[in-house]
């Protein structure tokens, strides 16, 4: 087999193991599949894809091997307008809630990346650190106030993907899927501007890329999907930071390649690692945990290394 077609038939075998694993494992009838497998997958799948999509879009815009969806603080800001709408009983609105929450923190964060009119990257990070203290504490706080909702709220913080869904819920969450795949669509349509981009700002822009706009559309694009994310399935870390760079070591060039093959492999990541929070414990641990228990070692050496 050519080394060129290797990974795509890796992928799609362990895709295939991995989604039959996820639906048929166990004693399971068939309303079982249809009513909690079946949803649970396709959360599984779609987070990891969104998560995974984005990091390999800030990693290349951003020029930094360590950025991830989470790394501007959009993710705290938006869980904190989903937890905030979820503990006063608006369960149903916790995307909207999400969505706020997100826009807010993009707005601020991208006010004071502004450096005399410009964009800096430095300073983006750091109001993206800022940003994730701020609405961590705000988490905190809300937490604190409302002990009875702190299985709730851990579920965001920790990620869940064991939501049930109710019907109403359940076309709500598809009409936001599609919005999700037109943003991932998008996105992926970037790629050659982010390809000239990487070259620099000065070469990008003396070939008819604007710079500005570009990076504007991406962060707004963006945001809005880490905001349905979070919504649905909590704070996910270190997929975004971990699958472009293994995508990438397979794939060295070309940010349509990397970027499809990035969703592919996140959402395949995100669901294996949900099979063994299931089934690693006689009770259910949060994804959370075993994406950052791989991640944190990959983290440092990614690190290391660079």
């Not at 989604?19 to 396709?42: H, M």
């Not at 603080?73 to 904190?80: K, M, R």
């Not at 106030?145 to 920790?158: C, N, Y």
């Not at 949900?274 to 983290?299: K, Y």
Request: charged letters at 10%; proline letters at 3%.
């Amino acid at each position: 087999m050519k080394p060129k077609l290797l990974f795509p038939v890796l992928l799609a075998l362990c895709g295939i193991g991995v989604t039959a694993l996820s639906l048929f494992a166990g004693s399971a009838d068939g309303n079982i599949v249809w009513q909690l497998r079946l949803p649970r997958l396709l959360l599984t799948l779609f987070t990891g894809m969104a998560l995974a999509g984005i990091g390999s879009v800030y990693q290349l815009m951003l020029a930094n091997p360590l950025a991830e969806p989470y790394i501007l603080g959009i993710s705290s800001g938006s869980a904190f307008g989903s937890v905030l709408f979820g503990v006063l009983g608006l369960s149903l609105l916790m995307p909207l809630g999400a969505f706020i929450g997100a826009a807010l923190t993009l707005l601020a964060v991208w006010r004071l990346a502004q450096k005399k009119g410009s964009f800096d990257r430095s300073r983006l990070l750091i109001a993206g650190v800022i940003a994730g203290m701020f609405f961590a504490a705000g988490i905190s706080l809300v937490m604190y106030l409302f002990q009875k909702d702190t299985m709730v709220i851990l579920g965001t913080l920790m990620g869940n993907l064991g939501r049930i869904f109710t019907y109403a819920e359940w076309r709500f969450f598809i009409v936001l899927t599609l919005l999700s795949i037109a943003i991932l669509a998008r996105l992926y349509f970037r790629s050659t501007a982010l390809d000239i981009m990487s070259g620099g700002d000065v070469y990008a822009g003396s070939v008819g890329i604007n710079v500005a706009r570009v990076r504007r559309e991406i962060f707004v694009l963006s945001s809005v999907l880490i905001g349905i994310t979070v919504a649905y399935a909590g704070i996910i870390g270190f997929v975004g930071l971990i699958i472009p760079h293994v995508v990438r070591f397979f794939v060295p060039s070309g940010q349509k390649r990397v970027y499809l093959y990035s969703l592919a492999a996140g959402g395949i990541f995100l669901t294996l690692c949900d099979l063994i929070a299931r089934n690693i414990a006689a009770i259910e641990l949060p994804v959370g945990v075993v994406t950052a228990a791989v991640g944190c070692p990959f983290f440092v050496w990614l690190m290391l290394r660079k």
